[in-house]
């Protein structure tokens, strides 16, 4: 049985603007005092794991170690078929640095060429650690079509070109609020909140 949530301050393991307000919006009803590593100026630690879990794991270890609160950390990324799974937890890697996301789309589909299977699923696990050391993770995916080129401006990273299944728009161009309904990383949060907040504030 996962362990509840009674602490009244949290640590968001982030430097993504993006998942920051994207995480702090799923966060809001639950009342809690809410911070990020950015705001707490908590160096990013390496991402040497080998699996979302095990990264997502790593950076709530390393916000907890740094400011001895509990941390929640997300790890995501976007996985295409054709493509063996790639570029997966390397997804934030294949933008550069600076972080360009047009430069990752624009790898992405040309690594495609004219290939007929355009299915990708987008995959987040996120880590909720306490300072004794107990971590809980949860996985969420959302399952889709690539298209080019990109469309819309709503959403970061890989939105523009993802069309979840039963839509006909993209992440960057859908509603904000109906994207966190339906999304890989509001699948991972309402486990995460089913298990260990209750299932509400």
């Not at 270890?61 to 941390?71: E, K, M, N, T």
Request: charged share 25%; glycine share 10%.
């Amino acid at each position: 049985m996962a362990r509840a949530f009674t602490e009244p301050r949290l640590v968001l393991a982030s430097h993504n603007d993006g998942k920051l307000r994207e995480i702090r919006e799923l966060l809001a009803p639950l009342g809690r005092d809410v911070v990020s590593a950015q705001e707490l100026d908590l160096p990013e630690p390496d991402e040497t794991g080998k699996t979302f879990v095990a990264n997502a794991v790593l950076k709530a270890r390393a916000a907890v170690a740094g400011s001895g609160l509990p941390a929640l950390a997300d790890d995501s990324g976007i996985e295409v078929a054709a493509l063996n799974g790639a570029p997966g937890i390397y997804t934030a890697r294949w933008a550069g640095e600076p972080r360009d996301f047009m430069v990752a789309m624009t790898r992405v589909n040309d690594e495609l060429g004219a290939a007929q299977n355009r299915r990708a699923n987008f995959t987040a696990v996120l880590a909720l650690c306490w300072p004794d050391g107990h971590c809980e993770t949860f996985e969420g995916h959302v399952f889709g079509t690539l298209v080019w080129p990109p469309r819309g401006d709503r959403g970061f990273g890989f939105d523009p070109m993802f069309v979840p299944d039963g839509y006909d728009v993209t992440f960057g161009e859908m509603d904000p609020a109906l994207k966190h309904a339906i999304s890989h990383r509001a699948v991972a949060f309402n486990k995460l909140l089913d298990a260990c907040f209750g299932g509400n504030a």
